[in-house]
């Protein structure tokens, strides 16, 4: 089963349980847009590469869609319309007046120069210029992206359509008008729950302090190893895609 079926059964699970009406569960199952673009990038080389990329707007009922992009050689179309539904469905359990979006293009980002990531952000930039914006939809860093992607995105997207517009993109630098803490934010999410586990297991999450291994050591994972041991938890283990320690 892919993302996608995934999310559609749990959607179907929890209509059932909501006793949902069709209309309105016809309506959650289908996106608003599907953007497919093939980016074309000049190479440090000289040669020309293209890149599938993808941008899924799910529903924009409680406000602008709005989404994290990510890089990946795993990307593809069932992947981003899953995650776009399900930032539909965070969105609304939050309460923020946002709706859900995803995009994402296929490559493996650790192959390519600085230069090369430069000029595949600002292709994307300019092919989502007419579909994305402060009251549209706002994209954000996702796997494999950061504020330096997001800056270069921002950019791109105010030299495209002639004007400042800085609310186009979230987890920008501080520079360019970013928030403070926002790089720690999700990080700062998983040191949160890991207290709620360790109170519903009965430990006290400031007295018992806990052993931990992070599977994954990139913003996410390294924030919140950082945040675990500042409170007294040990870190034993931390390994990325490359190798552990």
């Known amino acids: 089963m892919n993302a996608f079926d995934n999310a559609m059964k749990q959607l179907d699970r929890a209509a059932a349980l909501m006793e949902l009406d069709a209309a309105t569960l016809a ?7 599907t953007h497919h673009f093939e980016l074309e990038v000049k190479m440090d080389d000289g040669s020309l590469k293209t890149f599938p990329a993808y941008r899924v707007q799910w529903n924009r009922a409680r406000g602008p ?4 992009i990510r890089y990946a050689p795993v990307v593809d179309l069932d992947e981003v319309k899953a995650l776009s539904f399900w930032m539909a469905i965070k969105t609304a359990v939050v309460g923020v007046p946002l709706g859900g979006g995803k995009g994402g293009i296929v490559v493996d980002p650790k192959t390519l120069s600085v230069g090369e990531l430069e000029r595949l952000t600002r ?5 989502l210029a007419p579909h994305v914006g402060p009251d549209l939809d706002i994209p954000a860093p996702d796997m494999n ?30 520079a360019l008008g ?7 934010a999700t990080g700062r999410g998983g040191f949160d729950l890991l207290d709620e586990v360790l109170r519903r297991i009965g430990i006290d ?18 924030w919140f190893a950082k945040l675990a041991e500042e409170a007294g938890h040990t870190i034993v283990a931390v390994s990325d895609s490359k190798g552990g320690v």
């Open 123 to 127: 292709a994307f930039a300019r092919a």
């Open 27 to 33: 309506k959650l199952k289908t996106p608003d847009a």
């Open 178 to 184: 970013g928030s403070l803490g926002r790089d720690a």
């Open 65 to 68: 869609y709005k989404g994290g």
């Open 145 to 174: 992206t950061s504020g330096r992607e997001m800056g270069w995105f921002l950019d791109e997207y105010e030299k495209t359509i002639g004007r400042s517009a800085p609310g186009v993109v979230t987890g920008k630098p501080l």
């Open 205 to 222: 999450p400031v007295e018992g302090k806990a052993r931990i291994a992070v599977q994954g050591f990139g913003n996410v994972g390294a």
